[in-house]
């Protein structure tokens, strides 16, 4: 799933920076009266939109992946704009340089006469400083359209910007709640800083897990996270537990790190529950796609009893009978228990893994 995600990524990037050249070859050559050199057809021009396109798509993947894996994702968001941009530029140039390189060994000189002329007049054109300014203004056009993305996610900002929850509507979802395990004394003997910097790296090792099972971060409550699934036929609904126990696998795996760092390995304790709720568009100012319905009360209140229950995910009965009887989980019935503020009992489920050693968390339960 990690892998199908950044080809993702990789695709939108080629894409993107093609309709753009696209849009640069059309305004400064299709339209000029007097042809370039090297376009013999219309053709070629549509093959310097693909080549240009597919070089700085890949050069705007790779600058987003180097910037994602290491510290540079910490830095102000400007000086991160700043060096994908740097990073694009140059190696936009040092591949052309390559390739006018390359062009020179060739053994017939004629074969590649086309593509030396193509680079050659990129590189010699008067319209370069204009090729450059435009190169800034897509690369900061598409940074600013990422940074949405990753405020409100690809699925709502498509929704928001077709309009679809103007209107509330309603929807059928899975949710899962995480709570951090003692975060209160976690966040005295840290302190706000430090503590902070808990919840970061906690979450940058969640967002792999959601990647890979199909989920969305619907909301961030402070150390609490709320993921979230549209339920639709065929779909298979156990990917919501395999996310907590991958998740709780990749922080003992880092468990060096935590321990290093903070002093301690961080546990998270859930809670699934679903059914109907109605999305729809909230705020003026600030506007983000909120669901309502009884269901996310139900789940707070779900997630409350891990602690009195000594349980680290727990999910009730509706959840239950979606799921069934998943292969490589152990469902245990803790029998109808009457929520906080509910009039009617719920069935609660606690859901471990095999083997012990498998689910590192089993062996430390929730208080």
Same mark, same amino acid.
């Given at each position: 799933?990690?892998?199908?995600?950044?080809?993702?990524?990789?695709?939108?990037?080629?894409?993107?920076?093609?309709?753009?050249?696209?849009?640069?070859?059309?305004?400064?050559?299709?339209?000029?009266?007097?042809?370039?050199?090297?376009?013999?057809?219309?053709?070629?021009?549509?093959?310097?939109?693909?080549?240009?396109?597919?070089?700085?798509?890949?050069?705007?993947?790779?600058?987003?992946?180097?910037?994602?894996?290491?510290?540079?994702?910490?830095?102000?968001?400007?000086?991160?704009?700043?060096?994908?941009?740097?990073?694009?530029?140059?190696?936009?140039?040092?591949?052309?340089?390559?390739?006018?390189?390359?062009?020179?060994?060739?053994?017939?000189?004629?074969?590649?006469?086309?593509?030396?002329?193509?680079?050659?007049?990129?590189?010699?054109?008067?319209?370069?400083?204009?090729?450059?300014?435009?190169?800034?203004?897509?690369?900061?056009?598409?940074?600013?359209?990422?940074?949405?993305?990753?405020?409100?996610?690809?699925?709502?900002?498509?929704?928001?910007?077709?309009?679809?929850?103007?209107?509330?509507?309603?929807?059928?979802?899975?949710?899962?709640?995480?709570?951090?395990?003692?975060?209160?004394?976690h966040a005295e003997a840290l302190g706000d800083y430090r503590f902070s910097r808990l919840v970061q790296d906690c979450f940058d090792l969640l967002s792999?897990?959601?990647?890979?099972?199909?989920?969305?971060?619907?909301?961030?409550?402070?150390d609490a996270v709320i993921v979230s699934w549209k339920l639709k036929p065929g779909q298979d609904q156990a990917q919501a537990l395999g996310l907590y126990?991958?998740?709780?696998?990749?922080?003992?795996?880092?468990?060096?790190?935590?321990?290093? /760092?903070?002093?301690?390995? #961080?546990?998270?304790?859930?809670? !699934?529950?679903? $059914? %109907? &709720?109605?999305?729809? +568009?909230?705020?003026?100012?600030?506007?983000?796609?909120?669901?309502?319905?009884?269901?996310?009360?139900?789940?707070?209140?779900? /997630?409350?009893?891990?602690? #009195?229950?000594?349980?680290?995910? !727990?999910?009730? $009965? %509706? &959840?239950?009978?979606? +799921?069934?009887?998943?292969?490589?989980?152990?469902?245990?019935?803790?029998?109808?228990?009457?929520?906080?503020?509910?009039?009617?009992?719920?069935?609660?489920?606690?859901?471990?893994?095999?083997?012990?050693?498998?689910?590192?968390?089993?062996?430390?339960?929730?208080?």
């Amino acid at each position: 799933m990690q892998a199908g995600h950044e080809l993702q990524k990789l695709l939108f990037a080629v894409i993107a920076w093609t309709l753009a050249m696209g849009a640069f070859v059309i305004f400064r050559y299709a339209l000029s009266p007097v042809a370039p050199d090297w376009a013999v057809t219309a053709a070629d021009m549509t093959t310097l939109s693909i080549y240009l396109g597919t070089i700085l798509g890949c050069l705007h993947w790779l600058s987003n992946l180097i910037t994602a894996v290491s510290p540079i994702r910490r830095m102000s968001y400007l000086m991160v704009v700043l060096f994908k941009g740097m990073f694009l530029m140059i190696g936009a140039l040092v591949l052309i340089k390559i390739t006018l390189w390359l062009n020179t060994w060739a053994p017939d000189p004629n074969l590649d006469l086309r593509y030396e002329q193509l680079t050659q007049s990129i590189l010699n054109s008067a319209s370069t400083q204009t090729l450059v300014v435009y190169l800034v203004l897509v690369r900061l056009w598409l940074a600013f359209l990422e940074q949405m993305i990753l405020l409100v996610g690809r699925r709502n900002l498509i929704n928001m910007g077709l309009g679809k929850y103007h209107r509330p509507r309603q929807e059928e979802r899975l949710f899962l709640f995480l709570d951090m395990v003692g975060s209160t004394p976690h966040a005295e003997a840290l302190g706000d800083y430090r503590f902070s910097r808990l919840v970061q790296d906690c979450f940058d090792l969640l967002s792999g897990s959601v990647q890979r099972h199909g989920g969305e971060i619907y909301r961030y409550i402070g150390d609490a996270v709320i993921v979230s699934w549209k339920l639709k036929p065929g779909q298979d609904q156990a990917q919501a537990l395999g996310l907590y126990f991958d998740f709780v696998q990749n922080l003992q795996w880092n468990r060096h790190y935590f321990q290093e /760092q903070y002093g301690f390995l #961080p546990k998270f304790k859930g809670a !699934l529950h679903g $059914g %109907k &709720v109605m999305a729809a +568009v909230v705020g003026v100012d600030k506007q983000e796609i909120s669901y309502f319905s009884d269901v996310l009360n139900t789940l707070a209140r779900l /997630q409350d009893q891990c602690g #009195p229950l000594k349980r680290n995910l !727990l999910i009730s $009965g %509706k &959840v239950k009978t979606m +799921v069934g009887t998943p292969q490589g989980f152990q469902i245990e019935p803790l029998g109808p228990i009457r929520l906080k503020g509910k009039q009617q009992e719920v069935e609660v489920f606690s859901v471990t893994l095999p083997s012990p050693a498998t689910d590192p968390g089993s062996s430390d339960p929730a208080s």
